[in-house]
């Protein structure tokens, strides 16, 4: 079997979907990127089920002769890793605030500094479009230019990164993120931070650890 390795990493993080609450049942998908074109979480598997033998290998024009599907979103992965050749690694989820700031179609403001681990001053918001359509698909790798994240309109979340590791520290991050804004809105709102201090912040972190991670402080 191709990408072994890979595929247990995805199966892997597949179950920390669950375990760290960014989407429940078979919500979600998560993909990476090999030299054939992608391995993807297969639909309506449960994750708990997943062999590696399940994580369906998808070609750059979407074609595939695995006997599962590809997970419904898998275009959007294909065409984030057709745009961003730095990109490894997609990680979708719905998770609880991140999906209720989507349904508002609000984005993420600078709240906080660890705004920074999505690129930018903002995490955007990507207009809506039916699951699986080639607008979300569209809308989605627009709404992530110059980022690590976004939100999808009533919809979820997405996050990518040059691994899967970092791909899924930044979901869980950008989801907390989003639950200090939507709690800050209901005492009276957040002060936003300025622009400049983001872009010091985005550029401390690029010298931290192996991958960008910031330390605990």
């Known amino acids: 079997m191709e990408h072994l390795e890979l595929r247990q990493q995805l199966i892997h993080h597949a179950l920390r979907l669950g375990a ?28 708990a089920q997943l062999q590696a033998g399940d994580i369906v290998l998808v070609a750059p024009d979407g074609s595939t002769d695995h006997v599962l599907a590809p997970s419904s979103e898998w275009r959007f992965h294909r065409d984030i890793y057709r745009h961003r050749p730095e990109i490894a690694a997609v990680v979708h989820a719905h998770p609880p605030y991140c999906t209720t700031l989507a349904i508002r179609r609000m984005p993420i403001p600078a709240l906080h500094y660890m705004i920074a681990l999505s690129g930018g001053p903002e995490i955007r ?13 569209h809308f989605a790798v627009e709404a992530l230019t110059g ?3 976004c939100l999808l309109a009533n919809h979820g979340m997405i996050a990518v990164a040059a691994d899967l590791d970092r791909a899924m520290w930044i979901a869980e991050e950008v989801e907390n993120l989003a639950m200090q804004y939507v709690l800050s ?4 709102g957040p002060t936003i931070l300025p622009d400049e201090e983001i872009a ?12 960008g991670r910031p330390p605990d402080d």
């Open 200 to 211: 010091r912040v985005v550029e401390k972190f690029a010298r931290y650890g192996l991958r």
């Open 185 to 188: 809105l209901q005492i009276g």
């Open 20 to 47: 760290t609450g960014l989407s429940r049942g078979t919500s979600g998908n998560l993909s990476a990127r090999c030299p054939q074109g992608m391995l993807i979480t297969p639909s309506g598997i449960p994750y």
């Open 147 to 149: 980022r690590t994240a």
């Open 125 to 137: 918001c990507a207009p809506y479009a039916t699951f699986g359509s080639e607008e979300l698909s």
